[in-house]
């Protein structure tokens, strides 16, 4: 008889309503993989733009949505040794395919997690890998992020933000962020060194001989963004729909433009958690749900003012 599991799962596109906790098979590792008994997932807003039918990256329904966890090795499919059965892990497996973190099990490629950070618990690690990763390697890989440098960050006390904030304070940087007035505490705390209040000032004017660019929030934010970089510059966008700008109008202002679309990196999670055990990286966990509470999780994340990361536990 097959082992069976709890999961959020949809048959159809929708409101967080379409969110359904169904009994489902329990999957088994293939070759390379590993199954992960799920302690926590985040919710994120890639989340709530798949399910509405947004963005299509999985295609039809049905399918469990969750790109990040944080759990323990319970199985161990052909050919794996990265791990043992009890390792604690985390990590975004799969990405672009359904991770299908909102589960109390999941199948993963090995390579795609790594040993969680022994300063966190799992509710932490699981709202870390996402965020951590697209930050890294948007700043990391992509921008050349050197100590020295000044970096924007636009959204910088969302889930992403707060994340990529500490990294460029990580390596160095001088950190300007923008948020509204009443998250400003909340920014220095994470490392803003120059706060910006967008609803009360123009952020071009207020930031100045920029380095690199963080945009999260895409639009008219990318081509204004672009008037606060200094010659040779970079704008990262993590906004692939709708930049609002291009690497043509980029460099022919003698800038640079690029999209980050953010990929599984166990050995990037590896270099993450050693900031964070390094007391140089944390992640702040706004709210936690039960598994079956979901569908509140996805009305909170979809205001677009949550500060910090969302979580589910089974």
């Known amino acids: 008889m097959a082992i069976t599991m709890r999961a959020i799962s949809q048959t159809r596109f929708g409101g967080s309503e379409v969110l359904e906790l169904v009994e489902r098979e329990r999957p088994v590792p293939g070759p390379g993989e590993v199954l992960v008994e799920v302690a926590a997932a985040s919710v994120n807003p890639l989340d709530w733009k798949i399910r509405s039918g947004q963005n299509h990256m999985y295609g039809e329904p049905p399918f469990v949505l969750g790109v990040d966890v944080s759990g323990t090795v319970v199985e161990l499919g052909p050919g794996v040794d990265r791990f043992a ?3 604690e892990v985390f990590g975004m497996p799969r ?6 973190a909102y589960a109390e099990y999941l199948t993963a490629p090995a390579d795609n997690l790594a040993r969680r950070p022994a300063s966190l618990d799992h509710v932490q690690a ?3 890998a996402s965020s951590a990763l697209t930050s890294w390697q948007a700043l990391v890989h992509i921008a050349g992020l050197t100590a020295g440098q000044r970096v924007l960050v636009h959204a910088a006390a969302g889930g992403v933000g707060h994340l990529a904030v500490q990294i460029a304070k990580a390596h160095g940087a001088h950190v300007l962020g923008t948020a509204r007035a009443d998250k400003h505490g909340f920014l ?43 010659p040779g510059g970079v704008l990262v966008s993590a906004y692939l729909a709708d930049p609002g700008t291009s690497t043509e109008e980029a460099e022919a202002r003698g800038l640079r433009f690029a999209v980050v679309g953010v990929a599984p990196s166990g050995a990037d999670l590896e270099r993450i958690a050693a900031l964070v055990d390094e007391g140089r990286l944390a992640v702040h966990v706004a709210s936690v749900f039960p598994l079956e509470e979901a569908a509140k999780a996805h009305d909170l994340v979809e205001t677009g003012r949550v500060t910090g990361k969302v979580v589910l536990t089974p």
């Open 85 to 87: 059965v009890g390792d």
């Open 95 to 100: 990405m672009p395919e359904p991770g299908q």
């Open 126 to 128: 699981s709202a870390l």
């Open 188 to 230: 220095r705390g994470v490392g803003v060194d120059e706060p910006i209040d967008y609803t009360a000032v123009d952020f071009v004017e207020s930031a100045k001989d920029i380095d690199i660019v963080l945009d999260l929030i895409g639009g008219e934010y990318g081509a204004r963004s672009l008037d606060t970089l200094r």
